[in-house]
């Protein structure tokens, strides 16, 4: 039985022999992915896994959380719903989380 700190899932296992034959089971933990875009599931770009806050996400409009294009789509969805020439159940299913947050704020 390992030791109950080895219990998760976040550590990875990986079966070694030894030089004598043995085989013995390593635990390391795993990588972190690279994070996605919400909606469209590219990757973010300009965004690092060390450091402050800052160097982690954009300091923009659904920085961390949208790609720039989709980020380009939400605000103009959300344009078109205020002026009136879209009603908000035009929107996808996915986008339209993102227009009611940028409609509301």
């Known amino acids: 039985m390992p030791e ?9 296992k990986a079966k070694r022999v030894t030089s004598t034959g043995r085989v013995v089971v390593h635990y390391r933990r ?13 990757e973010l770009n300009g965004i ?3 450091g402050g806050k800052s160097r982690r996400t954009n300091s ?13 789509d939400v605000i103009t969805l959300g344009s078109r719903v205020e ?11 996915k986008q339209r989380a993102y227009v009611l947050q940028l409609v509301a704020h």
Request: hydrophobic residues 30%; positive net charge; aromatic residues 6%.
């Open 4 to 12: 109950p700190r080895y219990r998760s899932h976040s550590f990875k």
């Open 48 to 50: 690092g896994s060390k």
């Open 60 to 72: 923009r409009l659904f920085g961390g959380v949208l790609c720039a294009k989709c980020t380009a």
């Open 83 to 93: 002026r009136g020439d879209m009603k908000l159940n035009d929107i996808g299913i």
């Open 30 to 42: 795993g990588k972190n992915s690279m994070p996605h875009c919400a909606i469209c599931g590219a």
